[in-house]
């Protein structure tokens, strides 16, 4: 970011390339590295898929015995209905109508195929630890999560945390990159009314707006309203602590940065509208469809960046410190689908238990340890004495 404040503030608005500057020398090669990112989150992105949809975790994840009230329902619904209606003429204005004036494809139009991606890291939060629920009461396939490389919370077939498709697909996608443009046209705001801010002030008003909307958002809109629920939220630090819709505060912070990290991403540009991860594309050869494809990765290797910097590394090690699930989500099927509680014999993680993974035994109802099929208790191996034969 050193380089970004010392010069002047662009951003591409919705019509095209805003001229206002330049960023980085022409020399620079930064898109070789993001684009390499960008090529490994694709690459781990289309494994993802590909096991999901073959494999047994491709199956409904059912909601169970508890009906969602209907306070519940109403909104829920309603989000996933707007979302889709709002779906093809997002992909009209950002991707279609660009490429039919202009025959290529935009930054937004690269951006909105990029954070519709960007969702198949949404599961990573639980890598260690199921602390986030969503209600299975929404249509769902199950989840891609136990397929991450190195996955270690517990899941089976037809008992996991299930991804709301019809929801988190078009929410992922041109949801947040609407956000991500009203976040731009905010710094843009700013800007005009204080021509002196610094850019690192100016990213730090960023983040601190962000998390003020991410309260508003999760923790008194879609959490009430029963999307998912955070039953392993540290409490201490959650506001309706012991509640399904209690609200950790950290995840403000976490979210808060993915979005405004998001949006210097796109606010951040060259006079030629080119990204800080688009950086010495001029000197890359080849054909058109050879360029845009780099540079497609190059921007999804730093949306990607972003998600994964700022909310999946420390919700994963967050994740490891939750407190017991309240009872108020465990008496709710709709958020707790056959993974821990009654009907299982696994309690819910509780930290006075040790924390079992998919491949380890763990403790049931009873206090009894419970291994896998065909595993024992590992033998006791004597230390050596200091006159005994070391077999030298």
Known sequence: MSDLSKKPAVTESLSGTADLGSQGA?????????????????????????????????EQVQGGPSEPPLYMKIPLIANAVILWVGLPFALWFFIIRPWV????????????????????QDPMLNYHSTWCTYNAWLFNQGS????????????????????????????YAYGVLLLTIVGCLIMRKIKNRWPGISNLRLILVTYAIAIVFDFVMEGLILLPIGFYSYPGAIQEL????????????????????VQAA?????????DRGRTVVERGMDNLRGGF?????????????GVSACFFIFYNIPATWLGTQADPWPEDVQKRSYFNPGICG??????????????????????????????????????????QGASSDDGQ
């Not at 004036?101 to 198949?120: A, H, K, N, Q, Y």
């Not at 998001?262 to 060259?270: E, G, H, K, N, S």
């Not at 469809?289 to 290797?301: E, H, S, T």
């Open 26 to 58: 022409p020399s620079s090669s930064a898109y070789k590295v993001w684009a390499t990112i960008g090529a490994v989150f694709l690459a781990l992105t289309v494994y993802l898929i590909t096991r999901w949809v073959t494999g047994p975790y491709f």
């Open 101 to 120: 004036r202009e025959r290529r494809i935009t930054l937004d139009g690269m951006l909105l195929v990029s954070m519709g991606l960007m969702m198949f």
């Open 144 to 171: 891609w999560a136990p397929y991450f490389p190195g996955w270690a919370a517990h899941e089976e077939p037809g008992h996991t945390v299930p991804e709301p498709l019809l929801t988190n697909v078009p929410g």
């Open 238 to 257: 959650s506001i309706n602590a012991g509640t399904y819709y209690q609200y950790p505060i950290y995840e403000g912070f976490m979210w808060g940065g």
């Open 262 to 270: 998001l949006c210097c991403l796109r606010f951040f540009t060259d």
């Open 289 to 301: 469809v050879k360029q845009q494809f780099v540079r497609f990765l190059a921007i999804f290797g």
């Open 342 to 383: 009654e009907g299982t014999d696994r309690p819910c993680p509780n930290p006075d238990l040790p924390r079992p993974t998919k491949h380890s035994g763990y403790i049931n109802h009873e206090g009894e340890l419970v291994l896998p099929e065909g595993v024992t208790i590992p033998p006791v191996v004597p230390i």
